[in-house]
């Protein structure tokens, strides 16, 4: 019933920045939480940075002043700005959204982006 589509991802410098967004479409009543997971080669998928739908927002303690999630209620986007980017940045973001589909459902659902590649490389 829901789409993500998560896009911003590529090649940066270290030091440089980059915003990545993510888009649910679907059947959509109301978003309780967007968050973005990175995975690394080798690595366990690792929270990044959440935003629940009253705007409060948690970070990974090592993301903190440098990443920024923010979020677009219109329009089910969730983004998350990248700043200060390091090698060790590179990884494959995943764009996470919970969600209740109708005012009577009981149970939240959790979707999963197909990821987006950052690379940061000199």
């Known amino acids: 019933q829901v789409q993500l589509v998560e896009s911003g991802g590529g090649l940066v410098q270290p030091g440089g920045s980059m915003r990545l967004s993510c888009e649910a479409s679907?059947?959509?009543?109301?978003?309780?939480?967007m968050a973005w997971y990175r995975q690394a080669p080798g690595k366990q998928r690792e929270l990044v940075a959440q935003i629940t739908s009253r705007g409060t927002t948690n970070y990974l303690d090592s993301m903190k002043g440098r990443f920024t999630i923010s979020r677009d209620n219109a329009k089910n986007t969730v983004y998350l700005q990248m700043n200060s980017l390091k090698p060790d940045d590179t990884a494959v973001y995943y764009c996470?959204?919970?969600?209740?589909?109708?005012?009577?459902?009981?149970?939240?659902?959790?979707?999963w982006g197909q990821g987006t590649q950052v690379t940061v490389s000199s």
């Open positions: 996470y959204v919970v969600h209740i589909a109708s005012a009577t459902s009981k149970v939240a659902d959790g979707y």
């Open positions: 679907g059947i959509i009543f109301s978003i309780l939480s």
